[in-house]
């Protein structure tokens, strides 16, 4: 279980993040969602443990660092070509190419195995990322907005093949998304960030069709699920 207690991160005098208590049961499919600078960014790098908060504490189950794969909302790719990039999160494996082109044959990129990492566009620079994210088991996926640079397409793309690895691996999901037909198809439960704080926190269906909160509520006025 991962749990949060008492969590606050500020950045200057500002409170990003402010969260008394969150727990995540192994295997659920948390969306993190919210407008711009409500902290999903924050709280994910806090669970992925690459920032650290100022008050307060974030268990995540005692995972070790590779069993927790974090994709970053501007993700990075190294100067050497996509497979490779992607073969870097298979340090002990036998068969890496073989693995790494079957991850990017999942996110649809397989055509750009050879190319170099760093021409990539955005949106092919992130499903790199997430591929290499995907390359092998884990027991914790940490996505920030995995479909933020997707066309349509590639965005269907992608949800599947996050469906079918966390059937498939039965890890826990926390990823953050400002799409709440999105949060609907991939999530268990949905998290609204509001300011920073806990605006709702429940089922999926529950919070996105009938929320409670009122910033939840002007959050998803402008959606049509
Ligand atoms: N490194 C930083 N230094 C200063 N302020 C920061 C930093 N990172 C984030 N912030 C601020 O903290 C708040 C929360 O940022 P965060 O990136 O978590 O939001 P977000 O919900 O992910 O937004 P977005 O939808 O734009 O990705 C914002 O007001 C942002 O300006
Ligand atoms: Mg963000």
Same mark, same amino acid.
């Given at each position: 279980?991962?749990?949060?207690?008492?969590?606050?991160?500020?950045?200057?005098?500002?409170?990003?993040l402010d969260i008394p208590q969150l727990s995540i049961?192994?295997?659920?499919?948390?969306?993190?969602?919210?407008?711009?600078?409500?902290?999903?960014?924050?709280?994910?790098?806090?669970?992925?443990?690459?920032?650290?908060?100022?008050?307060?504490?974030?268990?995540?189950?005692?995972?070790?660092?590779?069993?927790?794969?974090?994709?970053?909302?501007?993700?990075?790719?190294?100067?050497?070509?996509?497979?490779?990039?992607?073969?870097?999160? #298979?340090?002990?494996? *036998?068969?890496?190419?073989?693995?790494? =082109? &079957?991850?990017?044959? +999942?996110?649809? $990129?397989?055509?750009?195995?050879?190319?170099?990492?760093?021409?990539?566009?955005?949106?092919?620079?992130?499903?790199?990322?997430?591929?290499?994210?995907?390359?092998?088991?884990?027991?914790?996926?940490?996505?920030?907005?995995?479909?933020?640079?997707?066309?349509?397409?590639?965005?269907?793309?992608?949800?599947?093949a996050i469906l079918v690895y966390a059937d498939q691996?039965?890890?826990?999901?926390?990823?953050?998304?400002?799409?709440?037909?999105?949060?609907?198809?991939?999530?268990?439960?949905?998290?609204?960030?509001?300011?920073?704080?806990?605006?709702? #926190?429940?089922?999926? *269906?529950?919070?996105?069709?009938?929320? =409670? &909160?009122?910033?939840? +509520?002007?959050? $998803?006025?402008?959606?049509?699920?």
């Open positions: 279980m991962i749990e949060l207690v008492n969590v606050q991160k500020r950045y200057d005098a500002r409170i990003a049961e192994p295997g659920e499919r948390l969306a993190v969602i919210g407008p711009n600078g409500s902290g999903k960014s924050t709280l994910i790098r806090l669970l992925a443990g690459v920032l650290a908060p100022d008050a307060g504490t974030v268990q995540a189950g005692n995972l070790p660092r590779g069993e927790i794969g974090y994709l970053p909302q501007q993700p990075y790719a190294f100067d050497l070509n996509v497979q490779k990039n992607v073969e870097l999160a #298979l340090a002990g494996e *036998a068969e890496k190419a073989k693995i790494a =082109q &079957a991850a990017l044959e +999942r996110v649809g $990129l397989l055509h750009l195995s050879k190319a170099r990492a760093n021409r990539l566009s955005g949106g092919e620079t992130q499903r790199m990322a997430l591929a290499r994210v995907l390359a092998r088991p884990r027991k914790l996926l940490l996505l920030d907005e995995p479909t933020a640079s997707a066309d349509i397409q590639a965005m269907e793309l992608i949800e599947r691996t039965g890890c826990t999901l926390v990823f953050s998304s400002h799409a709440p037909s999105q949060a609907m198809r991939l999530s268990t439960r949905v998290l609204a960030l509001d300011s920073g704080k806990i605006g709702e #926190l429940g089922e999926t *269906a529950q919070v996105l069709q009938s929320p =409670q &909160a009122e910033s939840t +509520r002007a959050f $998803l006025k402008s959606w049509r699920i």
